[in-house]
C-alpha cells in the first residue's frame, strides 16, 4: 500500500507532463492501489480508487477506449468483490462498448480482450447464471487459445 502512496506522491512532485501522460499516469496509478485493496480485502475502498481510474481514463484526450476498457473492466472486477454482481455485470458491458469502439472490426464476431470476458463470465457464474457464463468463459478461451502471441498468463486464469 505504501508503495501506491509514495508513487501518487512522487506524481505530485514530477516535472510538467502533457495532459495524455498525466491522465495515463494518475489514472494507472489509482488502478493499481485499487486493485491491490480489493485483493487484500479492502474492495469498498478499492473501488472507488478503480472508479477514479475510469473517471481519470475518460477525460483523455486523445480519447482512448482501449484504456477506457481496461479501466471499466477493472471497476466490474471490484464491484464482483463486493457480491454486486448486477453492477459488475453493467460496467463489464460499458467495458465491452469501449473495446468496440477501440476495434470496430470485432463487433461482428464479438472478440473482445480476454480479461473483459473473463470478468463477466465470473459475474455471471456468481449471479448463478451457468448457460451465460459457460458461453462467455467459451468465448474468452477461443480468444486466448487463438491469439500471436499466445496469452499464458490468461491461459492460466
Given at each position: 500500500m505504501e508503495v501506491t502512496s509514495v508513487n501518487m506522491m512522487a506524481l505530485?512532485?514530477?516535472p510538467a507532463m502533457e495532459h495524455h501522460q498525466r491522465i495515463f499516469a494518475e489514472g494507472g496509478l489509482a488502478s493499481y492501489?485499487?486493485?491491490?485493496l480489493s485483493i487484500v480485502g479492502r474492495p469498498a475502498e478499492g473501488c472507488e480508487y478503480l472508479k477514479r481510474s475510469y473517471d481519470l481514463m475518460c477525460k483523455d484526450d486523445p480519447y482512448n477506449p482501449q484504456e477506457e476498457c481496461l479501466a471499466a473492466s477493472n471497476y466490474s472486477h471490484g464491484l464482483g468483490s463486493m457480491n454486486e454482481y448486477d453492477s459488475?455485470?453493467?460496467w463489464s458491458h460499458t467495458a465491452l462498448k469501449h473495446w468496440f469502439e477501440h476495434r470496430p472490426e470485432d463487433r461482428v464476431s464479438g472478440v473482445?480482450?480476454?480479461?473483459v470476458k473473463l470478468t463477466l463470465e465470473l459475474l455471471h457464474l456468481f449471479r448463478g447464471e451457468a448457460r451465460e457464463a459457460r458461453e462467455v468463459l467459451l468465448e474468452?478461451?477461443?480468444r486466448i487459445e487463438s491469439s500471436r502471441p499466445y496469452l499464458w498468463q490468461m491461459a492460466a486464469r
Open positions: 505530485e512532485t514530477a492501489r485499487g486493485q491491490l459488475g455485470v453493467q473482445c480482450a480476454p480479461a474468452g478461451k477461443n
